[in-house]
């Protein structure tokens, strides 16, 4: 019985706009990857980490990773999220029952929120996700074809239409890791995609593919620390997260 977590860690951070892919960028003076890397192992639930690295970048990642308290491997990502994750589960073995999935680019997950999701699996869970309530207003667009340029003579922006407004009781956002049963989630990744593609079902998160087979994903708790590292802002409120800590 033994729990592997796929950090994936192969994207090369378009949004964020530095010159090195984005795990490889210091939140507090710390690469990301290091800190998502101890943030599994300090939960005590994770056995072993595998990272997906950009290509010709793995030996890099064992450096940035620096010393970890749990063994930790690197394979080569793919051109996609999902690609990666896909190269990250060929390392599970027969001996792995649970995976994990986390973003390099959420490096402030706590060890407790791990630990709710790895729990919730090995309580019979086999897929399960972390989500918290949304605050905005979240409403339904289509393009509108107008593009009116500004009177200031200011250049064009583009203009949608509203749809309709969404019940956000019945909404939340969805964090990793997401945890699973490992043959469920080698299943998902087999077929998942094109029964999603051929369903038309949203398939951006690991919990997706499972979904797109019909079965149930359960969600716990997230936690706001969790948050994405996207862009130059969310670095901003890491770092001031972390200084806080
Ligand atoms: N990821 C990956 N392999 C890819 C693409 C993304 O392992 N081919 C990883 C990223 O390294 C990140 C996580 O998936 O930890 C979530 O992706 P995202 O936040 O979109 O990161 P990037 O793809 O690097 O950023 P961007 O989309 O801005 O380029
Ligand atoms: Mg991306």
Redesign the pocket.
Known sequence: MTTLAIL?????????GREI???FVDVGGVPMIALAARGLAASGVVDAVVI?A?PGRSADMVAAVGPLSVPCDVVE?????Q???AAGLGRADAATDVVLVH????PLAPPALVERVVTAVRSGRSAVVPGLPVTDTIKRVVPDGGSPAAPGGESAQPVERVVDTLDRTALRAVQTPQGFDRELLQRAHAEGAARAAAEHLAATDDAGLVEALGVPVHMVRGDAAAL???TAHDLAVAELLLEGR
């Open positions: 994936t860690a192969a994207g090369s951070g378009t949004r964020l892919p984005k795990a997906t950009p990502g793919g051109a996609t999220r690609a990666s994750v973003d390099a680019a959420r994405k590292i996207t």
